[in-house]
């Protein structure tokens, strides 16, 4: 027998005949006494991740900052993995890397001496101390422990350079609570410990973005900016995790940009904070607001119509500053793509998951386009989500029932979705994918995480122009999977 | 003293002794598998991520339960490229998208409740349950973190008392994440406990040893290969062409009910002998099976296995042959290659064997190794690094992204082969990368393979992108370099 060549193109997938051997003899139901997640124990398909990658993703966003895991090694490894492959960017997170000696003495240790080495060799302005579940099991004294720390640094490198470093503490557990609520405790963490001082009005507005990408935050800045309204975007994200490649880089690699520490200081000092998506962020406006009056605006997500018109009324209301006509034409822009296109989007049916928070954000964009929502899973229990989407819901004067997970498991979303009668389109983050594509309906891709496409990471969803990229998405998904190419010569 | 200091290592200088350059006439052995430097910025993983992700993860028809908080089971969900065949059904007629073991996360989901009370009770539900809803899993296997090995559950007695109820072959992976200190002992610990519960299973349970007639004096095991991006495509072919059987693979796309019968087979061979050495090195005292070491990456290793594999058997001319029908496949495109890619030099930086098992297959293509780096060898590593290297390569043991950095500067290599979490940075300093974990575009070993890695290194170094990185007023291109 003649075997063939290997071109130099290699061999490709196609080529290497991978059959597909089905686990059992036929499809057979899921138990459905166990399908519901509330039925159950076990736990399949979560629909999100432990509390410390919240903290670490804060942490990031902040100038010169560098998180420290107190934990073992995966526990940043990890993350750092989950934020490479979303990001396509390094992220420098720094481990104490617990070994047994810590599980048996304590992580001590492994902070005092870890500060040390990553101070003296990284020089970070600003560190973001993260507990891990087994810091927190074995009960360290962390506070006493970064005293230590410092009382040590202070004498290697001089009391003024340790001082000028700030350390702060963020506690997450991760039986505690998800990636939002770690997110949710760095605000509150960096908030209460640096700014402080609540001495003259800056006339600025504190943005707590929660767990949006970099192209998001610059569309909340380029609003921001046609406001005429100066902002202080905590955990600023952009530019860290979505930096340009221009040798020759600084050595060690310093990613640029990132919440200066002075501008966290000075937030006190706003006319209000708006925590655009409530899970992740509530907990530092509200805080501001308790301890300095600094107005907290909790939500809505501002993506749609609605969300970015509450959000632009909003921050003109708090700063005085009528929304523009620049503004104004965004808008404009964004109405005129919907009137183009809802006869492909009116009663198509939807299924969203993802963070609640934007589950909520999208499905209401999705009943603005027209679209009726069947099935919505918000990965982390919330007291809000059930409330807040019922409001939603109404608004829209949708009366269809949808499905609504608040908290649950992909294995639930995915086995209704497989009994309803009809599915036109899901929207949500990579982990969707394998129930797209075997539904046979697209996956608009949006929201944490998304690895498994290049680029969403860089793009907008929030506000008018990120409102028609999201459109966009979403229609020409449809076309593509429902539409003979010959209708689509004209549209 | 051959040892390097680095820059960067100045305030640490406990990382000295973890980093040399190889000589000609002397092996050196760096301080190696030890306690990570807390805050060295460590691109080290956990135990966990050895046990679950690296050896658990790639069996294909079992249910890989993790009892942990969400998060050590989420970032395990169909992360690393070790693909399955095995597909479980999505609808009637119609196979669901991922294979049976990336396409389910299952996990415990530890609350703060049960951290207080214990997570036995819990696990058992779960893993009931889990039997319940996967009727298709021919295995559990039950792996622990640092939250249920501190707060102490029992999960063997869990595992027997699922095996008694339930009949299915429940094993236990226990390697929480703060044990060890690196992804090394998650590797070693699966390796000990399974070699172990095997052996007790096979003696509760005779009936799943193979029975005689089914046995072929030809009968090898393939330890250390997890079917990187379908590796095992281009490799398992190679053996079964000179006349062996594979029983088993341990462990990619392997089915639990073979990896059972790995003490029946008459030869191991060992890819990977870092990860997987030990349970050969088990097998051999235990069941007096012998095992070989070999490489299946580049023309000249790939050979070398299946020549000693056949004279094992006394196949050798069938080796020959096969071999000899490899190469005349490659050789076209392979010398393509070559050319494009003589005199490059290139970094590695991998988990360990890669750099030794790659070393031989940079030079097959004409490029040197100049800087090679290993996030949890041991000793035997680097004397194999040693006995193939070149002398003058940098050598770092367990290196930090300060190492890593300064090692580009200072090789300033045409290409960095490297994992996900580096490749990025090493992209950022304008140096192509390779992901060598889970590979671009893989298969990369064997024959055919190899010629898959040679394009992506190629497409690395020749990628138009990196002519124009220096700037608007400067392209630098192979012949022309623009001022």
Redesign the interface.
Same mark, same amino acid.
């Given at each position: 027998m003649r075997?063939? @060549?290997?071109?130099?193109?290699?061999?490709p997938?196609d080529q !290497?005949?991978?059959?597909?051997?089905?686990?059992?003899p036929? =499809?057979?139901e899921?138990?459905p006494e166990?399908v519901s997640a509330g039925s159950?124990?076990?736990?399949?398909?979560?629909n999100?991740?432990?509390?410390?990658?919240g903290a670490m993703w804060a942490v990031l966003g902040v100038h010169g900052a560098i998180p420290?895991v107190q934990?073992?090694?995966?526990?940043a490894?990890?993350?750092?993995?989950?934020f490479?492959?979303v990001f396509?960017?390094?992220?420098?997170i720094?481990?104490?890397?617990?070994? @047994?000696?810590?599980?048996v003495f304590g992580g001590r240790?492994? !902070?005092v001496?870890?500060?040390?080495?990553?101070v003296?060799? =990284?020089h970070p302005e600003v560190i973001g101390v993260v507990t891990?579940?087994?810091s927190e099991?074995?009960g360290d004294d962390m506070v006493s422990f970064i005293k230590l720390a410092r009382a040590q640094l202070r004498q290697e490198i001089g009391p003024e350079q340790a001082d000028r470093i700030e350390i702060v503490l963020v506690n997450t557990?991760?039986?505690?609570g998800?990636h939002l609520e770690g997110y949710d405790r760095a605000s509150r963490a960096f908030v209460e410990n640096m700014a402080t001082v609540r001495d003259k009005p800056n006339g600025k507005v504190n943005i707590i973005p929660g767990l949006l990408y970099p192209g998001d935050i610059r569309e909340i800045k380029h609003l921001l900016r046609h406001m005429g309204v100066e902002g202080i975007v905590l955990f600023d994200i952009s530019d860290p995790l979505d930096?340009p490649?221009?040798?020759?880089?600084k050595?060690?690699?310093e990613p640029p940009g990132g919440t200066p520490a002075e501008q966290i200081r000075d937030m006190a000092n706003s006319l209000a904070t708006f925590a655009l998506l409530p899970h992740a962020g509530q907990a530092g406006a509200r805080y501001l607001e308790r301890k300095y009056g600094v107005r907290a605006v909790v939500g809505p997500p501002p993506v749609g119509v609605q969300g970015t018109d509450q959000f632009l009324r909003t921050l003109s209301a708090v700063t005085g500053q009528p929304v523009p006509e620049s503004l104004l034409d965004e808008r404009g822009r964004l109405i005129d793509s919907l009137a183009d296109t809802f006869h492909h989007t009116m009663m198509k049916k939807v299924a969203v998951m993802g963070d609640p928070d934007v589950v909520l954000g999208v499905t209401r964009f999705a009943l603005e386009m027209g679209l009726e929502p069947v099935a919505l899973a918000g990965g982390t229990a919330s007291k809000t989500f059930t409330r807040d989407m019922s409001v939603i819901l109404k608004e829209a004067g949708f009366t269809g029932d949808p499905l609504l997970l608040n908290g649950g498991d992909l294995?639930e979303f995915e086995e209704y979705l497989?009994k309803l009668p009809r599915l036109d389109l899901i929207i949500g983050n990579s982990k969707a994918?394998?129930i797209a594509?075997?539904?046979q309906v697209p996956l608009v891709r949006t929201g944490f995480p998304v690895y498994d496409r290049f680029g969403y990471q860089k793009r907008a969803v929030v506000g008018y122009r990120g409102g028609e990229i999201l459109l966009t998405e979403i229609v020409n998904s449809i076309l593509g999977y429902q539409y003979p190419d010959d209708r689509t010569h004209q549209l | 003293m051959p040892m390097v200091k680095m820059k960067?290592d100045e305030?640490?200088p406990e990382r000295d002794k973890h980093i040399y350059q190889t000589e000609a006439d002397k092996s050196i052995i760096p301080s190696c598998n030890i306690?990570?430097?807390?805050?060295?910025?460590?691109?080290?993983?956990?135990?966990?991520?050895g046990a679950r992700g690296v050896i658990g993860g790639p069996i294909s028809?079992i249910i890989a339960?993790v009892h942990?908080?969400?998060?050590?089971?989420?970032?395990?969900?169909g992360?690393r490229r070790h693909?399955s065949?095995?597909?479980?059904?999505?609808?009637?007629?119609?196979?669901?998208?991922?294979?049976?073991n990336r396409?389910?996360?299952?996990?415990?989901?530890?609350?703060?409740k049960?951290?207080v009370f214990g997570g036995m009770k819990?696990l058992e539900?779960?893993?009931l349950?889990?039997i319940?809803?996967f009727?298709?899993?021919k295995g559990l296997i039950i792996f622990t973190?640092?939250?249920t090995?501190?707060?102490g559950d029992d999960v063997q007695a869990v595992a027997r008392q699922i095996e008694q109820k339930t009949g299915l072959l429940t094993f236990t992976a226990e390697s929480?994440?703060?044990?060890?200190?690196?992804?090394s002992k998650g590797h070693h610990d699966f390796n000990t406990q399974f070699y172990r519960q095997v052996h007790a299973l096979r003696e509760r349970r005779p009936e799943l040893k193979m029975r005689g007639e089914e046995k072929t004096p030809y009968d090898v095991c393939l330890i250390g290969d997890y079917n990187m991006d379908?590796d095992l495509?281009?490799v398992k072919p190679l053996f079964e062409k000179i006349g062996v059987r594979i029983v088993a693979v341990f462990s990619g796309n392997e089915r639990i009910e073979n990896l059972v019968k790995m003490p029946d087979v008459r030869l191991n061979v060992v890819h990977c002998q870092r990860s997987a050495e030990y349970i050969a090195e088990m097998e051999q005292d235990g069941y007096a099976i012998p095992f070989i070491r070999c490489s299946l990456y580049g023309i000249h290793q790939t050979s070398k296995a299946l020549r000693e594999t056949a004279a094992f058997f006394g196949l050798q001319e069938r080796a020959e042959q096969v071999i000899a029908?490899?190469l005349?496949?490659?050789e076209?495109?392979l010398a393509?290659?070559r050319e494009k890619l003589q005199g490059k030099r290139v970094a590695i930086y991998v988990g360990g064997p890669r750099v030794w098992h790659w070393i031989k297959l940079m030079e097959e293509l004409g490029m040197t190794v100049v800087a090679g780096a290993c996030t949890f060898a041991h000793a035997d590593d680097y004397a194999k690094i040693n006995a193939r290297a070149q002398a003058g390569m940098l050598v770092i043991d367990a290196p930090n992204?300060?190492e890593i950095?300064?090692m580009l500067?200072e090789t300033k290599p045409d290409l960095f082969l490297t994992g996900?979490?580096?490749?990025?940075?090493g992209?950022?300093?304008?140096i192509p990368t390779v992901n060598s974990h889970s590979y671009e575009?893989g298969?990369y070993a064997g024959?055919?393979?190899m010629?898959?890695f040679?394009?992506d290194l190629y497409q690395g170094i020749y990628a138009p992108v990196w002519r124009f990185?220096?700037?608007i007023n400067t392209v630098r291109g192979e012949e022309n370099a623009v001022e």
């Open positions: 075997l063939n @060549e290997i071109p130099v193109e290699g061999i997938y !290497l005949k991978i059959e597909k051997i089905p686990c059992a036929a =499809y057979a899921r138990a166990l159950r124990t076990v736990v399949v398909n979560p999100r991740t432990c509390m410390p990658l420290f934990g073992a090694q995966g526990c490894t990890y993350v750092r993995y989950t490479c492959r396509k960017e390094p992220a420098t720094a481990t104490a890397s617990f070994h @047994e000696d810590a599980a240790r492994n !902070l001496e870890g500060l040390r080495n990553l003296v060799r =990284y891990t579940c087994s099991i074995i557990p991760s039986f505690a998800s930096a490649l221009r040798p020759p880089q050595f060690p690699y294995f497989k994918v394998d594509k075997e539904l | 960067c305030s640490i306690a990570t430097l807390p805050g060295d910025m460590t691109e080290r993983g956990c135990a966990f991520a028809d339960m942990a908080p969400v998060g050590c089971a989420w970032y395990t969900w992360t693909l065949d095995l597909y479980p059904w999505a609808l009637p007629g119609r196979l669901a998208n991922a294979a049976f396409r389910y996360c299952v996990v415990t989901d530890m609350q703060e049960d951290v819990k539900k779960s893993c349950e889990a319940r809803l009727p298709e899993a973190t640092c939250t090995g501190l707060i929480p994440g703060c044990s060890g200190v690196s992804q379908w495509k281009v029908e490899e005349a496949r490659v076209k495109s393509f290659y992204e300060f950095e300064e500067l996900l979490k580096e490749k990025y940075l992209r950022k300093m304008g575009k298969p024959f055919a393979g010629i898959n040679a394009r990185q220096w700037g």
